[in-house]
Structure formats: structure tokens, C-alpha cells
């Protein structure tokens, strides 16, 4: 779903866009995700919409969270390289040991790797980080990366995306 002004503002159902079709408060700009059959028509279903009216984009959360950090370190454990969908958050200094959780403290670890390194520092496991972790700078556009691998399509509509994803 793209703002008045083209900006992508967040990823919606289907049924959603119907309904912001319908009412008038949106206008389709590409379809091209199949049709949707109902007893009486045929409908196309949109893969980007365009809202009628300005809305103001919702503020930058800059929050912590499990999501964030896999994001920031690319679904890649920190100390491995794997890259996985299994992954778990590691406090690089342990809660127990005063570990804060800060970005600076908190890595993408896959289970393996965060139940042999357990309660020790990386030093301890001998288990060394490629990189400090660090408190990334906040990307709007952060949200629809999850998206775009399969998504072709909605590349073009995501500023900055095909040169941080190397696609160009
Ligand atoms: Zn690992």
C-alpha cells in the first residue's frame, strides 16, 4: 500500500484492499496477483495500491526487538554465518554477568551456537564476533525487506532497496 505521494507505507491483505478499493479510498496501480473468483465476477487482485489521501507516515519505533535484530544482522548468526529463520537473540555479555540489553549487547545467534557459547563471553568460548554489534539507523523502509526477495515487483516502488540488496 503506497501513501498519496507514492511512499510505501505498510503491507495489507487482500481483503483489505478490496475494501480500500471499494470505498473509493484507494486506486490500484499495479495488479498482477491473480483473480479472485466469487459466484457472480472475476475480480483482479491488486499487488499495489495507492491511498486517495495523504496520511501521515507512523513514527519511527526504533524499539528492540527479536525482529529488529535478525533484520539488522541479515537472519545470520553472528557466530557462525549461518543464515536461518531459526534463530535466537544473544546477549554478548550475559544478563547474568550485567549484560545489558541494548543493541550494542544483543546478536542474531542460531541454537547451536547460543547453547555452546551458554553463559560465557566470546572471549570465554572462544567463539569471536566478526563485528560489533551496533544500534542500526533507523530505515522506514526496513519493514517490507521480508517482502521484496519474492516480491520482485514491489522493488521499484521501495527506495534505496535494490542497492542495499545488491538486486540492481
Ligand atoms: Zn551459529
Redesign the pocket.
Given at each position: 500500500m503506497l501513501n498519496q505521494n507514492y511512499e510505501p507505507l505498510n503491507v495489507c491483505n487482500v481483503r483489505r484492499a478490496f475494501v480500500l478499493l471499494d470505498r473509493g479510498k484507494a486506486e490500484i496501480i499495479e495488479n498482477g496477483r491473480g483473480y479472485l473468483h466469487t459466484t457472480t465476477a472475476l475480480f483482479e487482485i491488486p499487488s499495489v495500491i495507492r491511498l486517495i489521501y495523504l496520511i501521515r507516515r507512523p513514527r519511527p519505533q526504533g524499539r528492540l526487538t527479536r525482529r529488529d535484530v535478525f533484520l539488522r544482522d541479515h537472519f545470520m548468526?553472528q557466530?557462525?554465518?549461518?543464515q536461518t529463520r531459526d534463530l535466537t537473540l544473544d546477549h554478548v555479555l550475559p544478563r547474568h554477568r550485567g549484560g545489558a540489553h541494548t543493541w550494542e549487547n544483543v546478536v542474531a545467534?542460531?541454537k547451536?551456537?547460543n547453547h555452546r557459547k551458554a553463559g560465557r563471553t566470546p572471549q570465554e568460548a572462544h567463539m569471536l564476533l566478526p563485528k560489533d554489534p551496533f544500534r542500526p539507523t533507523y530505515s522506514f523502509f526496513r519493514s517490507f525487506y521480508p517482502y521484496i526477495e519474492s516480491n520482485e515487483g514491489w522493488r521499484k516502488f521501495i527506495p534505496g532497496i535494490e542497492a542495499e540488496f545488491g538486486f540492481a
Open positions: 548468526c557466530y557462525c554465518g549461518k545467534a542460531c547451536g551456537c
